[in-house]
T-cell receptor, first 111, second 114 residues
């Protein structure tokens, strides 16, 4: 079973749409979670951390479900500039620190 | 906003040669990392570095690889005896804490092995 799984997409949505991505992780000891975005052939850039109680940053909302071992990202009012690959990143707790990336979910927002 | 810088942006090398990829992390950061991303695949952790020594490394980071922080600012990744499958994008990242804080990535070095 893959450590961090994401639907690769692409999700093809019109401007203004609401879109949601999920990411599942296999290690229940996972402690920290992040969403990054990556534009084609560019570096990953932090979008937002994911907190246990859920958190929102403008049009973006992240949720964590520890019982089912998944995190989600909701994007409201999609913009053309939201087109990118969204990477889920999971970190284990404790002394060992090896971040695990998902393969990413591709989002295409069209006019 | 401070940023992580990497040089060169693109490196083309003959198979079997050694390459050194360079990174200047954000100045007040204490933790440094190298990742690679083979075209079309996921980002993979290679190594983390703290207090002038390796703190974690993945299975990918074998004897072919080494890291160094020679002068307190640069952070380098050396790849010896390069192979075709070493062709990838190599990202450096830095952070000021190792556990629950996000990292800041450089814009990468594209390594092409011929």
């Amino acid at each position: 079973r893959k450590e961090v799984e994401q639907d690769p997409g692409p999700f093809n949505v019109p401007e203004g749409a609401t879109v949601a991505f999920n990411c599942t992780y296999s290690n229940s000891a996972s402690q920290s979670f992040f969403w990054y975005r990556q534009d084609c052939r560019k570096e990953p850039k932090l979008l937002m951390s994911v907190y246990s109680s859920g958190n929102e940053d403008g049009r973006f909302t992240a949720q964590l479900n520890r019982a089912s071992q998944y995190i989600s990202l909701l994007i409201r009012d999609s913009k053309l500039s939201d087109s990118a690959t969204y990477l889920c990143v999971v970190l284990l707790s404790g002394g060992s620190y090896i971040p695990t990336f998902g393969r990413g979910t591709s989002l295409i927002v069209h006019p | 906003e401070p940023e992580v810088t990497q040089t060169p942006s693109h490196q083309v090398t003959q198979m079997g040669q050694e390459v050194i990829l360079r990174c200047v992390p954000i100045s007040n950061h204490l933790y440094f990392y190298w990742y690679r991303q083979i075209l079309g695949q996921k980002v993979e952790f290679l190594v983390s570095f703290y207090n002038n020594e390796i703190s974690e490394k993945s299975e990918i980071f074998d004897d072919q690889f080494s890291v160094e922080r020679p002068d307190g600012s640069n952070f380098t990744l050396k790849i010896r005896s390069t192979k075709l499958e070493d062709s990838a994008m190599y990202f450096c990242a830095s952070g000021w804490e190792n556990s629950n804080q996000p990292q800041h990535f450089g814009d990468g070095t594209r390594l092409s092995i011929l």
